[in-house]
Protein backbone atom coordinates (compact mmCIF):
# COMPACT_ATOMS: atom_id res chain seq x y z
CA UNK A 1 0.00 0.00 0.00
CA UNK A 2 1.32 3.73 -0.54
CA UNK A 3 2.05 5.84 1.83
CA UNK A 4 -0.20 8.59 2.47
CA UNK A 5 2.64 11.37 1.00
CA UNK A 6 2.92 9.44 -1.93
CA UNK A 7 -1.03 9.65 -2.67
CA UNK A 8 -1.26 12.94 -2.47
CA UNK A 9 1.32 13.38 -4.66
CA UNK A 10 -0.03 10.98 -7.21
CA UNK A 11 -3.29 12.83 -6.99
CA UNK A 12 -1.53 16.43 -7.53
CA UNK A 13 0.70 14.86 -10.60
CA UNK A 14 -2.35 13.29 -12.31
CA UNK A 15 -5.32 15.27 -11.70
CA UNK A 16 -5.47 18.59 -13.93
CA UNK A 17 -7.01 20.37 -11.01
CA UNK A 18 -6.95 19.25 -7.30
CA UNK A 19 -9.05 20.93 -4.15
CA UNK A 20 -7.66 19.82 -0.99
CA UNK A 21 -10.77 20.81 1.01
CA UNK A 22 -12.61 20.49 3.95
CA UNK A 23 -15.45 18.11 3.37
CA UNK A 24 -16.85 17.06 -0.05
CA UNK A 25 -18.55 19.26 -3.26
CA UNK A 26 -21.83 17.80 -1.87
CA UNK A 27 -21.12 18.27 2.04
CA UNK A 28 -19.04 21.58 2.05
CA UNK A 29 -17.12 22.25 5.94
CA UNK A 30 -15.55 25.37 6.05
CA UNK A 31 -16.03 28.56 3.67
CA UNK A 32 -12.94 29.30 1.99
CA UNK A 33 -13.30 25.67 0.51
CA UNK A 34 -16.67 27.28 -0.77
CA UNK A 35 -14.98 30.01 -1.96
CA UNK A 36 -12.33 28.24 -4.04
CA UNK A 37 -14.78 25.36 -5.28
CA UNK A 38 -17.05 28.38 -6.57
CA UNK A 39 -14.36 29.85 -8.33
CA UNK A 40 -12.85 26.83 -9.80
CA UNK A 41 -16.88 26.26 -10.97
CA UNK A 42 -16.83 29.61 -12.68
CA UNK A 43 -13.64 29.48 -13.92
CA UNK A 44 -15.05 25.99 -16.06
CA UNK A 45 -12.19 23.90 -14.04
CA UNK A 46 -12.29 20.21 -13.58
CA UNK A 47 -12.34 19.73 -10.13
CA UNK A 48 -10.97 16.90 -8.44
CA UNK A 49 -11.34 17.24 -4.74
CA UNK A 50 -9.66 15.65 -1.75
CA UNK A 51 -11.20 15.88 1.74
CA UNK A 52 -9.04 16.34 4.21
CA UNK A 53 -11.05 16.42 7.57
CA UNK A 54 -10.99 12.51 7.84
CA UNK A 55 -6.98 12.63 9.01
CA UNK A 56 -5.11 15.46 10.81
CA UNK A 57 -1.78 13.48 9.14
CA UNK A 58 -3.30 14.24 5.40
CA UNK A 59 -3.39 17.86 6.17
CA UNK A 60 0.29 17.58 7.93
CA UNK A 61 1.45 15.72 4.40
CA UNK A 62 -0.35 17.76 2.27
CA UNK A 63 1.46 20.96 3.67
CA UNK A 64 4.82 19.29 4.02
CA UNK A 65 4.10 18.65 0.35
CA UNK A 66 3.00 22.17 -0.67
CA UNK A 67 5.02 24.27 1.84
CA UNK A 68 1.18 26.14 2.24
CA UNK A 69 0.26 25.57 5.68
CA UNK A 70 -3.85 26.56 5.33
CA UNK A 71 -6.99 24.88 3.43
CA UNK A 72 -7.92 24.92 0.82
CA UNK A 73 -5.47 24.03 -1.67
CA UNK A 74 -5.76 24.63 -5.74
CA UNK A 75 -3.53 22.65 -7.50
CA UNK A 76 -3.48 22.58 -11.63
CA UNK A 77 -1.38 20.55 -13.47
CA UNK A 78 0.71 19.48 -10.69
CA UNK A 79 1.36 22.89 -9.41
CA UNK A 80 0.31 25.32 -6.65
CA UNK A 81 -1.89 27.24 -7.67
CA UNK A 82 -2.26 28.82 -3.92
CA UNK A 83 -5.22 29.13 -1.23
CA UNK A 84 -9.08 30.18 -1.59
CA UNK A 85 -8.01 34.25 -1.76
CA UNK A 86 -5.22 33.46 -4.92
CA UNK A 87 -7.48 31.33 -6.71
CA UNK A 88 -10.39 33.83 -6.53
CA UNK A 89 -7.98 36.86 -7.54
CA UNK A 90 -7.14 34.73 -10.64
CA UNK A 91 -10.10 34.17 -11.71
CA UNK A 92 -11.38 37.61 -11.60
CA UNK A 93 -8.56 38.46 -13.65
CA UNK A 94 -9.09 35.85 -16.00
CA UNK A 95 -5.80 34.83 -16.01
CA UNK A 96 -6.93 31.21 -14.31
CA UNK A 97 -9.26 30.47 -16.99
CA UNK A 98 -6.53 31.24 -19.82
CA UNK A 99 -4.00 29.07 -17.61
CA UNK A 100 -6.58 26.16 -18.20
CA UNK A 101 -7.51 26.90 -21.82
CA UNK A 102 -3.62 26.55 -22.32
CA UNK A 103 -3.49 23.52 -19.90
CA UNK A 104 -6.17 21.52 -21.01
CA UNK A 105 -7.71 23.29 -23.83
CA UNK A 106 -11.48 25.07 -23.94
CA UNK A 107 -13.49 22.77 -24.32
CA UNK A 108 -12.41 21.04 -21.36
CA UNK A 109 -14.35 18.82 -18.96
CA UNK A 110 -15.96 20.11 -15.99
CA UNK A 111 -15.98 17.28 -14.53
CA UNK A 112 -16.43 16.80 -10.43
CA UNK A 113 -14.66 14.27 -8.80
CA UNK A 114 -13.67 12.99 -5.17
CA UNK A 115 -10.70 10.78 -4.42
CA UNK A 116 -10.42 8.92 -1.14
CA UNK A 117 -7.06 8.73 0.63
CA UNK A 118 -6.37 5.39 1.82
CA UNK A 119 -5.56 5.70 5.38
CA UNK A 120 -3.83 3.23 7.33
CA UNK B 1 -6.70 28.42 21.29
CA UNK B 2 -5.15 31.87 22.03
CA UNK B 3 -6.76 34.80 20.52
CA UNK B 4 -4.29 37.60 18.99
CA UNK B 5 -4.66 41.29 18.78
CA UNK B 6 -4.94 42.87 15.34
CA UNK B 7 -2.12 44.84 16.58
CA UNK B 8 0.21 41.88 17.20
CA UNK B 9 -0.39 40.78 13.76
CA UNK B 10 0.56 43.71 11.92
CA UNK B 11 3.48 44.20 14.48
CA UNK B 12 4.78 41.33 12.70
CA UNK B 13 3.85 42.23 9.73
CA UNK B 14 5.50 45.60 9.82
CA UNK B 15 8.92 43.46 10.60
CA UNK B 16 8.86 41.41 7.56
CA UNK B 17 7.77 44.48 5.63
CA UNK B 18 9.80 47.31 7.00
CA UNK B 19 9.04 49.59 3.75
CA UNK B 20 5.66 48.40 3.15
CA UNK B 21 3.58 51.20 1.61
CA UNK B 22 0.30 49.70 3.56
CA UNK B 23 -0.27 47.16 5.78
CA UNK B 24 -4.25 46.51 7.16
CA UNK B 25 -5.07 44.26 9.66
CA UNK B 26 -8.62 43.29 10.03
CA UNK B 27 -10.33 40.92 12.65
CA UNK B 28 -13.08 39.98 10.43
CA UNK B 29 -15.22 38.15 13.32
CA UNK B 30 -14.13 40.11 16.53
CA UNK B 31 -12.88 37.03 17.96
CA UNK B 32 -9.06 37.54 17.57
CA UNK B 33 -8.80 34.24 15.17
CA UNK B 34 -10.14 35.37 11.66
CA UNK B 35 -7.80 38.30 10.01
CA UNK B 36 -7.65 39.99 6.46
CA UNK B 37 -4.42 41.17 5.87
CA UNK B 38 -3.66 43.64 2.75
CA UNK B 39 0.19 44.63 2.05
CA UNK B 40 1.45 46.75 -0.47
CA UNK B 41 5.19 46.44 -0.64
CA UNK B 42 7.49 47.14 -3.26
CA UNK B 43 9.31 43.54 -1.70
CA UNK B 44 6.71 42.60 -3.81
CA UNK B 45 7.49 43.50 -7.30
CA UNK B 46 8.34 40.71 -9.59
CA UNK B 47 6.78 38.10 -7.12
CA UNK B 48 3.73 36.06 -8.63
CA UNK B 49 1.05 36.18 -6.17
CA UNK B 50 1.54 32.62 -4.63
CA UNK B 51 5.43 33.65 -3.81
CA UNK B 52 3.71 36.96 -2.39
CA UNK B 53 1.45 34.93 -0.38
CA UNK B 54 4.16 33.01 0.53
CA UNK B 55 5.77 35.77 2.26
CA UNK B 56 3.23 36.51 4.29
CA UNK B 57 2.18 32.88 5.46
CA UNK B 58 6.06 32.83 6.43
CA UNK B 59 5.86 36.10 8.27
CA UNK B 60 2.77 35.16 10.34
CA UNK B 61 4.32 31.29 10.97
CA UNK B 62 4.36 31.47 14.82
CA UNK B 63 0.54 32.45 15.39
CA UNK B 64 -0.40 30.19 12.67
CA UNK B 65 2.14 27.26 14.08
CA UNK B 66 0.30 27.79 17.78
CA UNK B 67 -3.01 27.76 16.54
CA UNK B 68 -4.06 31.70 17.20
CA UNK B 69 -4.49 32.35 13.61
CA UNK B 70 -7.28 30.54 12.48
CA UNK B 71 -8.55 31.96 9.32
CA UNK B 72 -6.38 34.16 7.29
CA UNK B 73 -7.48 36.12 4.21
CA UNK B 74 -4.42 37.87 1.97
CA UNK B 75 -4.40 40.36 -0.54
CA UNK B 76 -0.81 41.41 -1.75
CA UNK B 77 -0.17 43.67 -4.18
CA UNK B 78 3.09 44.99 -5.43
CA UNK B 79 4.29 49.06 -6.11
CA UNK B 80 5.80 48.49 -9.52
Known amino acids: ?120 | MPAMESDAIRALLEQAFPRADRIDVEDRTGGGDHFQVTVVSAAFDGLSLIDQHRRVNDALAAPFADGSIHELRIKTKGTG
Open chain 1, 1 to 120: MKTLNEQISEVISEEPVTLFMKGTPQMVMCGNSQRALQALHAAGAPVTTVDILPDPRIRQELSAISGWPTIPQVFVKGELLGGADITEELVESGELQRKLDDALGADRSQDVKVVSLELI
